[in-house]
């Protein structure tokens, strides 16, 4: 049986999620090294300045391309009896999810007989139950894996994601809202792996109104009521990070001024006692 004065502050399971271009892989780059990406976006080449800016080992970053979901799942597995990396990078959430639906369908495909081929529109295989049940099933035990090699080997887990807009209207109260949700194929799935989440980080591009300007990039710490977010560490409402890392600048000095916090010390209230009336008392009262 464990106690909270075993909880390791120095290892974050940690999403973030924005729309595409405001720095998400960026600031996964920030973190402790040496790190292992499982990279499904294939963009690795986008890391290439902010590593040169920071002075970031390349030897340090590891990385696969991976197109289907077997191949990465074998990489984590092996992952968990050996783990030589401080941050592991799921990048990301979205391509991973299209690798697993597409190995059924791949697997529909090569199957004998026309009916285990799967819905065809247009001549094109398309995803149905079948492929986002078993999109489930994989993240489930992607989740699995990851919080394990957490909890043994004291890593760092950042899984990335992007967002898409979405609105919702309510006839009976005549109200609207607006949110974003993470782009998987089924959406009661992006629900499950926010909720397993320690921090979620929500990335933002501001513009700038003046010609030629570089936008102003930051991350929410908590939820706006449009787009949810969380951490338990003392940061800002708000980071407005644009080219500094988040790890040295924000997240670690987060992590030390929560563990030498001082405890707030818990005083119980006494009530106060009442005497019993004795005899003689009564007496003369009477």
């Given at each position: ?10 290892s ?158 309510n ?29 979620t980080?929500?990335?933002n ?11 102003g ?28 890392p ?41």
């Open positions: 049986m464990a106690t909270m004065n075993e909880v390791d502050l120095l974050l399971f940690t999403m973030m999620k924005g729309e595409p271009g405001t720095r998400k892989s960026t600031c996964a780059l920030s973190y402790p090294t040496p790190q292992y990406w499982v990279s499904t976006d294939k963009k690795m080449k986008a890391l290439v300045k902010p590593m040169k800016n920071w002075g970031v080992n390349p030897r340090e970053i590891h990385y696969d391309d991976y197109s289907d979901w077997d191949k990465p799942k074998a990489k984590i597995e092996s992952l968990q009896v050996t783990c030589p990396f401080k941050t592991i990078i799921i990048d990301s959430i979205t391509s991973i999810g299209d690798n697993m639906t597409g190995q059924v369908k791949k697997a529909k495909k090569f199957a004998k007989g026309d009916e285990a081929k799967g819905k065809m529109i247009g001549g094109i295989q398309v995803s149905g139950l079948e492929e986002f049940n078993a999109e489930s099933s994989a993240f489930q035990e992607l989740i699995a894996m990851l919080k394990d090699i957490q909890s043994f080997h004291h890593v760092n887990i950042i899984m990335i994601a992007h967002v898409i807009g979405i609105r919702k209207d006839d009976a109260n005549k109200l609207t809202h607006h949110s974003r949700r993470i782009v998987t194929g089924a959406e009661q799935i992006s629900a499950k792996l926010a909720s397993y989440m320690e921090e980080y929500h990335f591009v501001e513009p700038s109104f003046e010609a030629d300007a570089e936008g990039y930051s991350l929410l710490t908590v939820h706006t009521g449009n787009d949810y977010a969380r951490t338990s560490l003392p940061l800002p409402s708000k980071i407005n990070f644009n080219n500094d988040l790890y040295d600048k924000w997240i670690r000095p987060g992590i030390e001024n929560l563990k030498n916090q001082t405890p707030i010390q818990r005083t119980i209230p006494t009530q106060p006692t009442q005497e019993k009336p004795n005899a003689s008392s009564f007496i003369q009262s009477t």
